[in-house]
Nanobody, 119 residues
Framework: QVQLVESGGGLVQPGESLRLSCVAPKSIFSVYAMGWYRQAPGKQRELVAMFTSGGSTNYAEDVKGRFAISRDNAKNTVYLQMNSLKPEDTAVYYC?????????????WGRGTQVSVSS
């Protein structure tokens, strides 16, 4: 099995920042696209930020200019820097891995880390 381990969530006030981390096995890190999703209670899981297969990044419109995804290949880690947090950002954030083409068959999820932004 593939284990993605998230960390860095917490409770913050609006305007503050958090950095989430996701550590993946090296065997998957190099051949999977990595990103972040989030899910608020009672809502569908939605894309937050993602590295595409071409190495560029995609962001949800609501987080553009505030969040930044990055990676450290030496540490097999993907980060999500979240600045200017808003109450609407409150959700469980999940690390996500999608197998790259041509196979593009598998995907994996972390267990999630809670981000709470109080008003």
């Amino acid at each position: 099995q593939v284990q993605l381990v998230e960390s860095g969530g917490g409770l913050v006030q609006p305007g503050e920042s958090l950095r989430l981390s996701c550590v993946a096995p090296k065997s998957i890190f190099s051949v999977y696209a990595m990103g972040w999703y989030r899910q608020a209670p009672g809502k569908q899981r939605e894309l937050v930020a993602m590295f595409t297969s071409g190495g560029s990044t995609n962001y949800a419109e609501d987080v553009k200019g505030r969040f930044a995804i990055s990676r450290d290949n030496a540490k097999n880690t993907v980060y999500l820097q979240m600045n200017s947090l808003k109450p609407e950002d409150t959700a469980v954030y999940y690390c996500y891995a999608r197998e790259l083409p041509p196979r593009a068959q598998y995907q994996y999820w972390g267990r999630g880390t809670q981000v709470s932004v109080s008003s």
